[in-house]
């Protein structure tokens, strides 16, 4: 059965960092696109970022130059390193996969606040 669960969120200061971790069991993350949306009260579900099995990336503008998605095919792990985070970044992150989106992770939660 697909799994993933996602890790290293927690509260930082404006213009700190974090890196969170998904982690996955039955499907291989190198063979498929993962995705990392997140999700803030009272606003709608944002795509993040993407990377798919040929590598091809894409981010949202609003984290476009502050966060990478990358992918440890070993560890069958895809992380999102997010810098210079902002208030604007607080939200529960979660982790899909599959190329219907089909899997999704239960998410970690990140805040940003002095």
């Known amino acids: 059965q697909v799994q993933l669960v996602e890790s290293g969120g927690g509260l930082v200061q404006p213009g700190g960092s974090l890196r969170l971790s998904c982690a996955a069991s039955g499907i291989i993350f190198s063979f498929t696109t993962v995705r990392w949306y997140r999700q803030a009260p009272g606003k709608e579900r944002e795509l993040v970022a993407v990377?798919?099995?040929?590598?091809?990336?894409y981010y949202a503008d609003s984290v476009t130059g502050r966060f990478t998605i990358s992918r440890d095919n070993a560890k069958n792990t895809v992380y999102l390193q997010m810098n210079s985070l902002k208030p604007e970044d607080t939200a529960v992150y979660l982790c899909n996969a599959g190329p219907s989106s089909q899997y999704w992770g239960q998410g970690t939660q990140v805040t940003v606040s002095s």
């Open positions: 990377i798919t099995s040929i590598n091809y990336t």
